[in-house]
């Protein structure tokens, strides 16, 4: 059993930060890439910014400068800075990760259950 689980949303003014939080637990042997997507209401999920094991990364265009992936290998956590936050950020923001179970088991994709994030005057 593997589960996800964020912490951090809330409601921010615009121009306000928040950090996200998403740790890993259970039955894990080795996690490969990490991500934050969103979804914003009526529109589909997308991928916001992701991470590898080994820390390099990419953002989407629109939270390029504004926003930061990090991760704690550690603690099997993956961390997301907001800063410069805009209504056009409101969404609810779900965690992604390549998780392997075992020494002969395959990554599998599992997901957290999602973190509002509202910014709003």
């Known amino acids: 059993q593997v589960q996800l689980v964020e912490s951090g949303g809330g409601l921010v003014q615009p121009g306000g930060s928040l950090r996200l939080s998403c740790a890993a637990s259970?039955?894990?042997?080795?996690?490969?890439?990490m991500r934050w997507y969103r979804q914003a209401p009526g529109k589909q999920r997308e991928l916001v910014t992701a991470?590898?094991?080994?820390?390099?990364?990419n953002y989407a265009d629109s939270v390029k400068g504004r926003f930061t992936i990090s991760r704690d290998n550690a603690k099997n956590t993956v961390y997301l800075q907001m800063n410069s936050l805009k209504p056009e950020d409101t969404a609810v923001y779900y965690c992604n990760a390549e998780i392997r179970r075992s020494l002969i088991g395959a990554y599998a994709n599992y997901w957290g259950q999602g973190t509002l994030v509202t910014v709003s005057s």
């Open positions: 259970g039955s894990i042997f080795s996690i490969n890439a």
């Open positions: 991470i590898t094991s080994g820390g390099s990364t």
